[in-house]
């Protein structure tokens, strides 16, 4: 369960002091816990980290990515759910994809557990049989349709409930959504807009989810993009003298220049690259749609402080030196580089006990509690709580100590050479002298 805003240790509550025949125990302090604090955007940086960690495939995450938003698109119309459950869904399946590998699962089955997830946020209630009976009747003809409650869809039913558990915890049981069809229909009335540009503007928007624009954007930002691109595309001289206007209006919706291009370039990857994939795509010639994405490239350089993508931070460069070469573990090479530390040490170097001197804190499921927060300063204060029970300080101290001096001594030898009792004096090299 998610834990509460109120103000509570990080890891639980102290322990009571136990009453032993020894007497009153020493406190030992709060439980070991492990605290997950929900993100409702990620940058494009965090993104990439995210799938090089676990592991995924680039050409199996496009095709997994594009094709699991296209089956709850496909999934939300055949039971006729708004909108809004299809934006929430795509979201939750997003974050579900940055934390497992695509190898772990079926992408149906992690489409459908986001559904039926973003069902029950949006209070637009449905059943995993329902989903999965929707899906199934979708690629069949109307004589072999199923009805759910058929006994085909018990296993698979099943499969799904427990993944959802695994969609609530990659989200951090963030129940908080946001409609960014919503503020476009608000941008597209207040402004004026042909209803030809309004038409593919919300097209645009549903084609938008199948990228990860939603986990970098606010919804000004997606509406302004999804405007924009669609005045060029139907090269509408009106609205796009209406979208020039708008321009100055950033402030006024809490958006910006280098984030609406952002979100613009990356609807022109998912129409250049990926066309018959989208809903507007295969309306028009891909010609068109390199042409404006040939205009926004030389936006970016030739305007001072836009870039591709905003707020990426470079990472400091070393000398020849790469922190991701593996190398396979042999009996002669104990310590991996996998193994070493956050500060760069090797494992070899250290005390058995971390890197930075305190002790190794609790890992999730394992030896602690998981807890689920979504006030980042709640989660910071808890966490200052719970490493002053963890944290050793030391103290160094130089101590002069006067050493006497040892007398020198003089050298001890019992037998010295030529003298009596020596080799010398017992070997005589003549058979007359051995006789004497």
Request: glycine fraction near 4%; charge should be neutral; aromatic fraction near 8%.
């Amino acid at each position: 369960m998610m834990a509460p805003a109120q103000s509570q240790p990080a890891s639980g509550q102290a322990n009571e002091p136990l009453n032993t025949s020894n007497g009153p125990a020493s406190l030992v302090g709060p439980t070991p816990s492990f605290i997950y604090v929900a993100k409702r955007f990620v940058f494009q940086q965090q993104i990439q980290t995210h799938m090089i960690a676990i592991g995924n495939n680039p050409t199996r995450e496009d095709n997994f990515r594009l094709h699991g938003v296209q089956w709850i698109n496909d999934v939300r119309k055949a039971l006729s759910l708004p909108v809004s459950t299809f934006t929430v869904a795509t979201i939750h399946y997003h974050k579900f994809r940055l934390t497992h590998k695509d190898t772990e699962y079926q992408f149906q089955d992690a489409s459908a557990a986001a559904l039926l997830t973003a069902c029950k946020i949006e209070d637009t209630l449905k059943k995993s049989k329902d989903i999965l009976c929707a899906a199934h009747n979708i690629k069949v003809p109307g004589a072999d349709h199923l009805s759910p409650d058929d006994i085909t869809f018990e296993g698979q039913s099943k499969a799904i409930i427990g993944l959802e558990r695994l969609v609530l915890e990659a989200s951090g049981f963030d129940f908080r959504s946001f409609h960014p069809h919503e503020t476009l229909v608000k941008l597209l009335k207040s402004s004026g807009f042909s209803t030809e540009v309004s038409t593919m503007a919300y097209d645009m928007m549903i084609d938008l989810h199948k990228t990860f624009a939603p986990l970098k954007q606010v919804t000004t930002t997606m509406a302004f993009a999804c405007t924009e691109l669609a005045t060029l595309v139907t090269e509408s001289a009106d609205d796009q003298d209406i979208m020039k206007s708008l321009i100055k209006d950033y402030e006024k919706w809490s958006t910006s220049r280098a984030e609406v291009v952002e979100t613009v370039l990356d609807l022109l990857d998912l129409y250049t690259h990926f066309q018959k994939t989208s809903e507007v795509g295969p309306k028009y010639n891909i010609e068109l749609f390199i042409q404006i994405r040939i205009k926004f490239n030389q936006e970016v350089e030739q305007t001072p402080g836009l870039s591709r993508y905003t707020h990426q931070v470079e990472h400091q460069k070393t000398n020849g030196f790469k922190t991701n070469v593996k190398t396979p573990k042999t009996p002669i090479t104990p310590a991996s580089p996998s193994d070493v530390r956050a500060n760069g040490a090797s494992p070899a170097t250290l005390s058995p006990r971390s890197s930075d001197s305190r002790r190794p804190g609790p890992r999730p499921g394992q030896d602690g509690t998981a807890r689920f927060m979504l006030d980042p300063d709640q989660a910071r204060k808890e966490r200052a709580v719970v490493n002053e029970y963890h944290r050793i300080e030391y103290e160094e101290y130089e101590v002069e100590v006067e050493e006497p001096i040892q007398p020198e001594r003089a050298p001890q030898n019992h037998h010295r050479p030529g003298g009596p009792g020596s080799r010398e004096d017992r070997y005589h090299p003549s058979k007359r002298g051995r006789r004497l």
